[in-house]
């Protein structure tokens, strides 16, 4: 039960500047703790803006030469760390467990899917190409090239520790940007232990740069997005954080990518094959608790299958067993901490006092553990309806028409996600155009992957809604890591 490292190096406790293993320069640490157990794991520098600078000065000193190496070079260091990962893809799911609290089976999927980017951008690199465009002009050339952007900073959430980091970093790296990481201060040992495998795959030092902080990261924060060396900000986490990043990005005109909240909407018709949609469903909405910012928020049933749909989610629910992730009986884990328990309590009581009902689940467990839940009798008015729950509550709401359930659909700000099950071929392209999302999964819950496009979307009107900017994976994703630089070749 308790985890064992085929290789303890792996489980590095410093962050990591130019290549080597540092400690806050003020020397102060902080706790990390194991959501199922609540003990402290260990530490890791409480870094402040003194180390976030000598990251961007190791990660700027190193730009050049990482940027004009041949693109089948840095193809070659990103294959090598993606060979590392796969090797050790068991401690690093020990790790991912250890600090995240996912059942082991979920943390190898995570370490397997992160190394998925790592291959595809290994790959990409060699693919940007740039163009040749025909002039107005005789005797004239128009050339664009792609270059990398420069030094990137990075920040990145606890619920994929490690996939949200092999997504950003190897796109930038395969680009030609240098990078420097920000952990969640929750799960620093997922990013740190990829430090390490970059090492053993020989990256040149101040390529790839990790500084952990906790409660420095407001002052951390502000200085990446102020600092003049620092090109871009690529972020995942709450649209709350990534407006004020935005704001704070201004100052410098940095380029800025933002992977925000959800809401997704899931919306079951009658015509579906309802088998599917509740495997999908289970999927979509209990992926990592519910902590994902593609999971399923609003589930939609049309009435006539409402009942059944409900009561056969509630039973394959009931399957689920809950507990520490290293139990290899266990499929759900422990929430993050108390602060994601206490949410998805208010949620649940907020929707009963409003009149919904509770048919499996609803209660905490002990600890960071919460019961799965499934919600009937689902209103607008009830608060999960408009706020992203980000925990195991399936909430059911009743719809009698399409019309009625793609307004109740759009009804969000965000715009990041959205499924429906229906066999009405009419039906899927008409709702696949109609969702105000960035992705759309028609008759699966299962929409990431490396090769297709991860991003929010906008609304009819094409204004973007609050799940972000750019997109990540896919042949697209690497243009977020590069500028375009034009040359005007005349005298031909
Ligand atoms: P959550 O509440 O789920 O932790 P956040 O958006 O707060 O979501 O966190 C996502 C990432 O953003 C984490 O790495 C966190 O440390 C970081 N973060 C939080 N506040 C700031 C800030 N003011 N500036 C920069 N990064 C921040």
Redesign the pocket.
């Known amino acids: 039960k308790s985890p064992k490292f085929k290789d303890p190096s792996l489980f590095c406790k410093s962050a990591f500047i130019n290549n080597e293993w540092v400690n806050a320069k003020s020397g102060e640490t902080y706790s990390v703790i194991d959501p199922a157990t609540e003990n402290e794991i260990g530490k890791v520098p409480e870094m402040n803006v003194e180390d976030i600078r000598e990251a961007i000065k190791a990660a700027k000193s190193a730009f050049k030469e990482w940027a004009n190496l041949t693109a089948k070079n840095r193809h070659d260091f990103l294959l090598a760390l993606h060979s590392q990962i796969l090797e050790n893809q068991n401690d690093l799911a020990t790790i991912l467990t250890l600090e995240n609290g996912k059942s082991y089976n979920e943390s190898l999927g995570e370490i397997r899917y992160g190394a998925t980017f790592v291959e595809w951008f290994a790959q990409e690199s060699r693919r940007v190409y740039g163009d040749v465009i025909p002039s107005p002009f005789k005797n004239h050339k128009i050339i664009v090239e792609k270059q990398p952007i420069g030094v990137v900073g990075l ?4 619920n994929f520790p490690s996939a949200m980091i092999t997504r950003k970093v190897s796109a930038a790296l395969a680009a030609g940007c240098t990078v420097v990481i ?4 929750e799960t620093p040992y997922s990013a740190l232990a990829l430090a390490e495998l970059a090492v053993r795959s020989g990256f040149p030092k101040g390529v790839i740069n990790v500084v952990t902080t906790d409660k420095h ?2 002052e ?3 200085e990446l997005c102020t600092n003049l060396d620092v090109k871009k900000i690529s ?1 995942t ?2 649209s ?2 990534g407006k ?2 935005m704001e704070q990005s201004s100052s410098t005109l940095k380029n800025i990518s933002l992977e925000l909240g959800g809401n997704a909407p899931f919306i079951i018709f009658d015509d579906a094959d309802i088998d599917s949609a509740v495997e999908g469903a289970i999927a979509c909405k209990f992926r990592a608790m519910g902590q994902a910012c593609i999971a399923a928020n609003r589930i939609y049933v049309q009435s006539s299958i409402y009942a059944e749909f409900a009561s056969r989610l509630a039973d394959k629910v009931s399957g689920f067993q809950v507990g520490n992730g290293f139990d290899p009986k266990t499929t759900h884990g422990p929430l993050i901490n108390q602060r994601a328990v206490n949410k998805v309590t208010r949620h649940v009581e907020d929707a009963v006092a409003k009149g919904a009902e509770i048919l499996i689940g609803g209660t905490k467990h002990t600890g960071n553990f919460f019961y799965p839940t499934v919600l009937t009798n689902m209103t607008k008015e009830m608060v999960i309806t408009s706020e992203e729950t980000f925990g195991p509550i399936a909430a059911l709401y009743k719809f009698e028409t399409e019309d009625e359930v793609m307004k109740l659909a759009n009804d969000s700000p965000y715009g990041l996600a959205g499924y429906f099950y229906s066999r009405d071929i009419g039906r899927c392209w008409r709702v696949a155009n109609a969702l105000e999302v960035g992705m759309v999964g028609v008759n699966t819950g299962i929409i990431h992957n490396c090769e297709a496009p991860f991003g929010g979307g906008s609304d009819i009107f094409i204004n973007i809604k609050e799940s972000g900017l750019g997109r990540e994976g896919s042949k697209y994703g690497i243009d977020d890591f590069i500028d375009l630089k034009y040359v005007s070749m005349g005298g031909l």
Do not use: E, R, Y
């Not at 920040?155 to 606890?158: A, D, G, H, K, L």
């Not at 920000?182 to 201060?185: D, N, V």
């Open positions: 920040i990145t959430p606890w920000k952990p969640a201060p990261i407001k951390v924060g502000l972020f986490g709450s709350a954080v004020l990043l």
